[in-house]
């Protein structure tokens, strides 16, 4: 049997590529869309998920180190390394910046951690990693920074060693790792006519020496193998006074209070852009359809059943769908890498996006299946 | 001989009570294979309600219908399968060709046969000896709109000839075409009809084709009357009128 379907779309192939054109830049943007929001789940928890600590201990009441400031003395991992359970702490310091490289600034997340310890990026994709005391940086490759760059923060000159990836804040600021106690000055440090200001309004007072107050803004805590993550950070919490987050509170935490209402803001905007879809595809197949109703009781007058006629206009929408999505694949493979943000283009995305357009198709198809099985093969003798 | 369709008694009434319009009112009528009758009328006066009811399209109300010496209408259809009955047993004109626009020409003329079940080569070689037979062998990968309107009818005809069905109904197949197609569509369905031992009815009120029939149905109020009438090509001289 002839594939009716097939031979419809080849004689119309030029309203079909069309329609499958803007119905492509939909399914892109959708695709787009979707890796929007997976990115910044991914950017959000890039930083969690890759420093190796298994609780975060931070000021009491905050958000903190990610969501929001926190503040406690540089000292108080001391404490920490002596309670039960716990193997390792690091400090961690991590505040956004915007930072000078030649006329231009970015604005980047400074990240300071200790040598050695949790908190450092996990992988160099270029340069190496800081091997000097002071004043090098590692920056991921979204701040657009090369490996020899000299960039300006505050009045200090800082060189990129190293490159890595995927490390930025959840409000997507790549990450410019340094030193812990790189990152402690640059925090703390103030210009001559602040500390001027400071000194004359206190009249003088110990703020000579700007650092003698060491902080950082959490301490990263590494559970002993055998202890339950849980029972540390309930523990740190009832004793220290702090806040203890584990990686379940900070994703939660992460995904809840910080990106949720742009998460809700790209679904919201996903179902509008489905409806648009839907209602082209609606549109073609519907007038398609109506446009050779006449062949089609001519059709079922010569012996063709209803089946026939709703596989065919039933193949047309998929055949829509397949155009489309074959589109959206190439337009998104051209346009995501120049996002400025990372987006999370999975093969699950890309699996979930054509069933959702296939189903579209076939909901958009019902109507005008409805027209055709209505149509009488009366419908062809007479008038 | 034995008629290709015979009917007897057919009524057709479309709606109820007081506002009951019955469109047929006893029609009888006879036809035999390889003949070629007109069935004509003014609008309105039933013609395109008896070729639906001929055609298994809608339902008599009541009467009898015989097809090829089997009865398939007893006030009710005696067949379960209508659509395998039109696809198989009558062929189909229309006003206009309605040729399928995205298939080839060819591809119209084998679809009956398509649907009924048969592999495409084999329908395809059965559709290429019909165009042959129609010459229009020449046109069979066209589509229609590559057709003129006379070539594009005798693809309808091939199409309706598909199944070598006893019966083709013909609903004004001239209608589009001017006076000297629509006399060579009528001379090639008369020389068709007797090639391939079909019975045809052709509905129309075209003056031009007219004559040529040499049995007429007219159709008036719901009730049929054959014309007995003059053959013009044998000349034998003027029949009486008979109504029936």
Known sequence: ????????????????????????????????LCGIYRGMIADALSLPSTSGADIWVVQKDTLGPYAEGSSLYADEYRGLAGFPGVADVANLINFSRQVQVGTSDVRVMITGYEDGKMGQPPTIIAGRPIIQSKYEAIADKKSGFSVGDKIKIRDYEYTVVGLTERMVSPSGDPALFVRLKDAQELQLKK????????????????????????KTNAVLVKVAPGWDINQVADNIKQW???????????????????????????AFFLVILEIVSAAIVALLIYTMT????????????????????????????????IIGYLIASVVSDLWVPIFPRYIAYSTDI?????????????????????????????????? | MKP????????????????????????NMTVYPGEVI????????????????????????????????NVIFNNGWLIDDIRTLRRDKIGFMFQAPYL???????????????????????????????????????????????????????????????????VILADEPTAPLDSQRSLSVINLLNELAKQYDTAIIVVTHDEVIIPIFKRIYRIRNGLVFEEKREIRDKGTGYLSQISS
């Open chain 2, 4 to 27: 290709a369709i015979v009917m007897e008694a057919i009524t057709k009434r479309y709606g109820k009570g007081d506002k009951a319009v019955d469109a047929l009112r006893g029609v």
């Open chain 2, 38 to 69: 007109g069935l004509i009328g003014a609008s309105g006066s039933g013609k395109t309600t008896l070729l639906q009811c001929l055609g298994a399209i809608i339902d008599p109300t009541s009467g009898r219908i015989e097809l090829g010496g």
């Open chain 2, 100 to 166: 399928i626009p995205f298939l080839t020409n060819i591809e119209n003329v084998a679809m009956p046969l398509l649907l009924a079940g048969q592999p495409y080569e084999k329908a395809r070689q059965r559709a290429l000896e019909l165009l042959t037979t129609l010459d229009i062998a020449d046109k069979s990968d066209f589509k229609a709109y590559q057709l003129s309107g006379g070539q594009a009818q005798r693809v309808s005809i091939a199409r309706a000839l598909a199944n070598n069905p006893p």
């Open chain 1, 350 to 383: 890309r699996v979930f996006t054509f069933a959702l357009t296939m189903g579209i198709c076939t909901l958009a198809s019902l109507i005008s299946i409805r027209a055709a099985i209505k149509i009488e093969p009366a419908a062809a003798i007479g008038g």
């Open chain 1, 240 to 266: 220290k006074h702090f806040e203890a987050y584990t990686y379940a509170d900070m994703e939660h935490l992460l995904l809840s209070k910080i990106i949720n209402k742009a998460a809700k803001q790209i």
């Open chain 1, 1 to 32: 049997m002839i594939n009716l379907a097939v031979r419809d779309i080849r004689y119309s192939w030029w309203r079909y590529s069309l329609t499958g054109m803007v119905l492509g830049l939909l399914i892109a943007a959708t695709i787009t």
């Open chain 1, 191 to 214: 210009d001559t006519t602040s500390v001027y200001n400071d000194r004359k309004r206190k009249n003088a007072s110990d703020d000579t020496n700007q650092f003698a107050k060491y």
């Open chain 1, 290 to 321: 109506m446009s050779k109703l006449k062949e089609i009781a001519v059709l079922k007058l010569i012996g063709a059943s209803n089946s026939l006629i709703t596989l065919m206009i039933l193949q047309e929408a998929w055949g829509i769908g």
